[in-house]
């Protein structure tokens, strides 16, 4: 196997390469926020049938209140890193092989081996690869032809690497 492609220099592409890349390591804060918030929900719901409830309204009111900015915490770092990556726009390039993974962006370059990939995840616009827990580097499907996403999407396959969202 052997795909090479050309990345543009697309203003908006180093955006949807930090989108998503954060997203898999953001969306923990989702979670822990619709859980704050419910609790705080569920709090002030059952504070109203006691007399104490009074005093538990500051706890719900800081639960439901820590629950909406986590939540909110990850479309804002996504928001930034799309605002501030902009001014990253270089062309390059990847080109892929049995052994490894290469890239070129401006007049760096950097590659990694099959053998240290962990796993593939499989989002809309890009496979995000792992080396480790820690995703390294996408792989965007739509500067590919269909064919070559198709040879590259059996190879992870193959290697056992490929996993859902």
Same mark, same amino acid.
């Given at each position: 196997?052997?795909?090479?492609?050309?990345?543009?220099?697309?203003?908006?592409?180093?955006?949807?390469?930090?989108?998503?890349?954060?997203?898999?390591?953001?969306?923990?804060?989702?979670?822990?926020?619709?859980?704050?918030?419910?609790?705080?929900?569920?709090?002030?719901?059952?504070?109203?049938?006691?007399?104490?409830?009074?005093?538990?309204?500051?706890?719900?009111?800081?639960?439901?209140?820590?629950?909406?900015?986590?939540?909110?915490?990850?479309?804002?770092?996504?928001?930034?890193?799309?605002?501030?990556?902009?001014?990253?726009? $270089? %062309?390059?390039?990847? @080109?892929?092989? =049995?052994?490894? &993974?290469?890239?070129?962006?401006?007049?760096?370059?950097?590659? #990694?081996?099959?053998?240290? $990939? %962990?796993?593939?995840? @499989?989002?809309? =616009?890009?496979? &995000?690869?792992?080396?480790?827990?820690?995703?390294?580097?996408? #792989?965007?499907?739509?500067?590919?032809?269909?064919?070559?996403?198709?040879?590259?999407?059996?190879?992870?396959?193959?290697?056992?690497?490929?996993?859902?969202?």
């Amino acid at each position: 196997m052997h795909i090479r492609f050309d990345v543009p220099a697309d203003p908006t592409y180093p955006g949807r390469v930090a989108a998503a890349l954060s997203s898999v390591r953001l969306r923990k804060y989702g979670y822990i926020g619709a859980v704050l918030a419910a609790v705080g929900a569920i709090g002030f719901a059952v504070s109203r049938g006691f007399a104490w409830g009074d005093r538990v309204v500051p706890l719900c009111t800081a639960l439901v209140v820590g629950g909406l900015l986590s939540m909110l915490y990850s479309p804002w770092v996504r928001l930034r890193a799309r605002r501030r990556s902009g001014r990253y726009a $270089v %062309a390059g390039a990847y @080109d892929i092989t =049995d052994d490894n &993974i290469m890239m070129r962006s401006g007049s760096e370059s950097g590659g #990694i081996a099959w053998d240290g $990939v %962990a796993q593939v995840r @499989d989002t809309p =616009d890009f496979w &995000i690869v792992y080396v480790g827990r820690m995703p390294a580097t996408v #792989i965007p499907r739509r500067l590919m032809s269909d064919e070559d996403a198709e040879t590259l999407r059996a190879h992870m396959a193959e290697r056992g690497l490929l996993r859902r969202r």
